[in-house]
């Protein structure tokens, strides 16, 4: 094909030169159109923000034995801030006592003990432990020597049953947890999302 050909003799579609892709678009404009929505489409459905249980203002009844033993009933403030570096929720315990939480970001990880598949989490530090909840149990032993440093929010499927389990690792460490192998696993709860 010879580059400087000049084509402003030629026709196309009764109009003067026109590039191939113009002609390909007027002949397929159908096709083009179904396909810019389809990539605007799923570049739009990624930057949907994320909602989790976790981030609603609501109570949790316990489900798990260690819940319902040692935390009883949950209550979370709320936050519409998903893995937002420094965004605030409270988490109220059955017998009353209050934590402030802050985020320090979310992963995904394996952060389930029971399932090697990654899970969305978002790890929170503890604005202090909490000290005896039930029974005079506490999260990570004693508060004076073992203190609960951090708490992972995550969604745990449940077999059998369509509504997730709003899981919670608790961890002892200074150093903010990787992912559920991380030091200093205090213990793991899960609550009811009914």
Same mark, same amino acid.
């Given at each position: 094909?010879?580059?400087?050909?000049?084509?402003?003799?030629?026709?196309? +579609?009764?109009?003067?030169?026109?590039?191939?892709? $113009?002609?390909?678009?007027?002949?397929?404009?159908?096709? +083009?159109?179904?396909? =810019?929505?389809?990539?605007? @489409?799923?570049?739009? =459905?990624?930057? =949907?923000?994320?909602?989790?249980?976790?981030?609603?203002? %609501?109570?949790?009844?316990?489900?798990?034995?260690?819940?319902?033993?040692?935390? @009883? /009933?949950? %209550?979370?403030?709320?936050?519409?801030?998903?893995?937002? &570096?420094?965004?605030?929720?409270?988490? #109220? *315990?059955?017998?009353?006592?209050?934590?402030?939480? $802050?985020? !320090? @970001? /979310?992963?995904? %990880?394996?952060?389930?003990? #029971?399932?090697?598949?990654?899970? #969305?989490?978002?790890? +929170?530090?503890?604005? %202090?432990?909490?000290? /005896?909840?039930?029974?005079?149990? $506490?999260?990570?032993?004693?508060?004076?020597?073992?203190?609960?440093?951090? !708490?992972? *929010?995550?969604?745990?499927?449940? +077999?059998?049953?369509?509504? &997730?389990?709003?899981?919670? =690792?608790? *961890?002892?460490?200074?150093?903010?947890?990787?992912?559920?192998?991380?030091?200093?696993?205090?213990? $793991?709860?899960?609550?009811?999302?009914?």
């Amino acid at each position: 094909m010879d580059v400087d050909a000049d084509y402003s003799d030629r026709v196309f +579609f009764g109009e003067p030169w026109i590039s191939e892709m $113009t002609i390909l678009q007027r002949r397929y404009s159908v096709a +083009f159109t179904i396909a =810019a929505c389809l990539v605007c @489409g799923s570049v739009l =459905a990624q930057s =949907a923000t994320e909602h989790h249980v976790w981030q609603d203002k %609501r109570k949790f009844e316990p489900y798990s034995s260690t819940a319902k033993s040692i935390t @009883g /009933a949950i %209550r979370l403030s709320g936050t519409p801030d998903f893995a937002t &570096p420094g965004s605030k929720m409270a988490m #109220t *315990f059955g017998n009353g006592k209050k934590v402030g939480l $802050t985020s !320090v @970001g /979310a992963s995904w %990880r394996q952060w389930d003990e #029971t399932d090697d598949k990654k899970a #969305t989490a978002e790890v +929170f530090k503890l604005s %202090r432990d909490p000290g /005896a909840l039930r029974n005079g149990n $506490t999260l990570c032993g004693d508060p004076k020597s073992d203190s609960a440093q951090y !708490v992972v *929010f995550l969604e745990r499927s449940t +077999f059998g049953d369509s509504s &997730p389990l709003l899981g919670m =690792a608790v *961890f002892g460490s200074k150093e903010v947890p990787h992912d559920i192998n991380s030091q200093s696993l205090c213990g $793991t709860f899960s609550y009811s999302t009914d």
